[in-house]
């Protein structure tokens, strides 16, 4: 028993020396959605947008420089902006850096369970230049905002890009980053096969040692008692 003991504590804190992952993500339309239309498309970047490969720019629709693309309205004040996109985090993200470039601009939330209605991570930028936001959260090489946050992982979690439309013509988002789980789904199928290892050789140990003690009572020779003198 004093063994068994040992090897369910040692499983249960496998979960902890097992070492954190860091997984990559950001634009690629995969866990991706957007409030206008669902599922975010890939666009053509204006020549003066900054890029951020493998990543590339999104949006709604072909808002973007290429052929038949269109313009959306301009947002008439941060509190109405022209479109949201969500980028769904993996199962027991724990930490975030996050690089974000929009046009015109965009705020930034996370919405987990610490936060259900959303966290306001960044603004957005209301300045203009020539091109977009003059400055973070922009579209132009330089003008990409760094973030670092922490997320509730015991959860779901999410991140909204409300992004603005502010002087006419094109129009998407960009982003991309690492994120740190707890653990990947490969680490929770070696907790879940040792768990069940220690539990069959536990149940097999303990079948064996009855059988044992049933033969060793039916060798025992039977206790007789000396007749009284």
């Known amino acids: 028993m004093k063994r068994w003991l040992l090897l369910s504590a040692a499983c249960l804190c496998l979960s902890v020396a097992l070492p954190a992952a860091t997984l990559n993500f950001g634009s690629d339309l995969l866990n991706e959605a957007n409030s206008i239309t669902g599922a975010n498309a890939a666009i053509q970047p204006h020549s003066a947008w900054a890029s951020m490969a493998p ?10 420089a290429g052929p038949g693309a269109v313009s959306p309205r301009n947002s ?18 724990y930490f975030v850096r996050l690089t974000v470039f929009a046009d015109d ?14 966290l306001l ?5 209301w300045r203009q230049d020539g091109a977009c ?9 330089g003008e990409g905002l760094l973030l670092e946050f922490a997320v509730n992982r015991f959860g779901p979690a999410l991140l909204r890009f409300d992004v603005f439309q ?64």
């Open 55 to 64: 990543w590339q720019w999104i949006s709604y629709a072909n808002t973007g």
């Open 76 to 93: 008439p004040s941060p509190a109405r902006p022209t479109a949201s996109f969500f980028e769904f985090l993996p199962e027991t993200a």
């Open 105 to 118: 601009t965009a705020a930034v939330y996370l919405i987990d369970q610490d936060h259900p209605s959303g």
């Open 121 to 125: 991570l960044a603004p957005p930028n």
């Open 133 to 141: 936001a003059a400055g973070p959260i922009g579209c132009q090489p």
């Open 166 to 229: 502010r002087g006419n013509g094109p129009f998407g988002l960009l982003y991309g980053g690492q994120v740190e789980v707890a653990h990947t789904p490969e680490e929770a199928t070696i907790l879940l096969f040792a768990a069940g290892l220690a539990w069959l050789w536990w149940r097999e140990r303990k079948q064996r040692r009855a059988r044992e003690n049933g033969a060793h009572s039916a060798r025992r020779p039977a206790t007789t008692t000396a007749p009284a003198l």
